[in-house]
């Protein structure tokens, strides 16, 4: 009875844990080229994502908006199909959450990731589809 017990418990703690931590091999920088512009995404193992467009940086462990102090986290699930990504802003001590945005991802290989995320928080995608704007491919470059 005791081994049904530790089994079970292995299972939820295992389950669980995979719908809130990181994908290990999302960590690192990356970089997307779209309409010429180009993108760098950082995700590192602590949970936090900054994003670096045209030199504007949104995102990491402290960044100033409007004069209001917050920071952004990725949460993902690697159960689900497809597997699924967050970017959560939120006040520094987590207290409050401001926007989160849904997206989608997949590993074409070890360096090279598809994401397909709303950026503006509305509903998450369900497929990939590379016609969409939501759309982009990175490239890892650290």
Known sequence: ???ILYLLAAFLLTGISALTAQDSK???KWRSTSAGEEGII?????GYVSINQGGEILGGKKYISEGVALKMIYETNELSDPKTIDFVIQSLDGELEFLRML???KFINDKTLLLNMKFDGSTRPTEFDPDSPDEITLSKIK
Do not use: F, N, T
Not at 42 to 46: A, C, E, H, T, V
């Open 1 to 3: 009875m005791k081994q």
């Open 26 to 28: 999302l960590i690192g």
């Open 42 to 46: 950082i995700m590192d193992k602590k």
């Open 103 to 105: 997206g989608i991802y």
